[in-house]
């Protein structure tokens, strides 16, 4: 029963990392660059990018994140049915970065702000969901606690960490937070 959460989470998170490894790699981005330049607007098969890197993992795991959601709440309690809206809410804000690409002519530009807010935002409330999950469930208590602490230490490095390595520890923590929750949350109601 645990696979029809955890299987469409998997297919989600290497549908993600293989479009990042294999756009970068075919677009001759150097290593260190953010994860998100193989979807900005200058660059080829930016639209493909971004949909299979953001938008659809991101709505796979938001439809996870529902499902979880309906299952256990209101039975089990306010926090545990807030950390799981906010694990919702950040699957939605994972899918919005695709929809608001970067452009690689001005990073620092409106279209590439939109996105920086959409991955901010996503990175908070991926925070806040995994150490409110860290407290009110324990099931999953010591990998939320680690997403958690992953998620201050990425925001916290670009002061001390080389270039690219936030978005990366975010990733890879999202990737085994999301998917702890989908093979520990017990079932509840089918």
């Known amino acids: 029963m645990r696979w029809r959460s955890l299987g469409p989470v998997?297919?989600?998170?290497?549908?993600?990392?293989?479009?990042?490894?294999?756009?970068?790699?075919?677009?001759?981005?150097?290593?260190g660059v953010p994860l998100a330049l193989p979807g900005a607007h200058a660059l080829p098969h930016a639209a493909a990018f971004n949909l299979l890197?953001?938008?659809?993992?991101?709505?796979?795991?938001?439809?996870?994140?529902?499902?979880?959601?309906?299952?256990?709440?209101?039975?089990?309690?306010?926090?545990v049915g807030i950390a799981l809206r906010?694990?919702?809410?950040?699957?939605?804000?994972?899918?919005?970065?695709?929809?608001?690409?970067?452009?690689?002519?001005?990073?620092?530009?409106?279209?590439?702000r939109a996105h920086a807010s959409a991955w901010m935002l996503w990175a908070l409330a991926f925070g806040a969901g995994a150490a409110l999950a860290a407290i009110a469930m324990p099931g999953v208590r010591l990998v939320s606690l680690l997403a958690a602490l992953a998620v201050v230490a990425a925001l916290a490095s670009p002061a001390v960490a080389a270039a690219g390595a936030a978005d990366r520890v975010l990733l890879l923590a999202w990737c085994g937070w999301t998917a702890w929750l989908a093979w520990r949350l017990p079932r509840r109601g089918g």
């Open 10 to 31: 998997l297919v989600a998170h290497a549908a993600t990392w293989l479009a990042m490894v294999g756009f970068a790699r075919g677009a001759g981005l150097p290593a």
């Open 86 to 112: 906010l694990w919702l809410l950040a699957a939605l804000l994972f899918a919005l970065q695709g929809a608001l690409p970067l452009d690689a002519g001005d990073l620092d530009g409106g279209g590439s």
């Open 53 to 79: 890197a953001f938008v659809l993992p991101g709505l796979a795991l938001a439809v996870v994140a529902w499902r979880a959601r309906a299952r256990w709440w209101p039975e089990a309690g306010l926090a």
